[in-house]
């Protein structure tokens, strides 16, 4: 059974971090590329950041370059994403989402971000 889980989410104060996980199962996790995509209230679902196949090339959407890292283990079968000097604007839900030209693609069911003093 193919599953990707996400975890790390929650509350946290404007400037402070968390570090969402998300954890695949059921499919060969290194033939896929990982991105994170977060949803605010009344939003598009937007890209937040992606990592290669090998985790050698990453990508991150401009509003959170230099805040947030994107990073993979292929042999935990696990992403990470470190979110740093968190903002009330990266209040969203989250999501892992693993895709693959060829072989398609899958989603997590999401974790909740707020940011909020």
């Known amino acids: 059974q193919v599953q990707l889980v996400e975890s790390g989410g929650g509350l946290v104060q404007p400037g402070g971090s968390l570090r969402l996980s998300c954890a695949a199962s059921?499919?060969?996790?290194?033939?896929?590329?990982v991105n994170w995509y977060r949803q605010a209230p009344g939003k598009e679902r937007e890209l937040v950041a992606s990592v290669s196949r090998s985790g050698d090339n990453t990508n991150y959407a401009d509003s959170v370059k230099g805040r947030f890292t994107i990073s993979r283990d292929n042999a935990k079968n696990t992403a990470l994403l470190q979110m740093n000097n968190l903002k009330p604007t990266d209040t969203a839900v989250y999501y892992c989402n693993a895709a693959s030209i060829s072989m398609g693609e899958y989603w997590g069911q999401g974790t909740q971000v707020t940011v909020s003093s």
């Open positions: 059921g499919f060969t996790f290194n033939y896929y590329y």
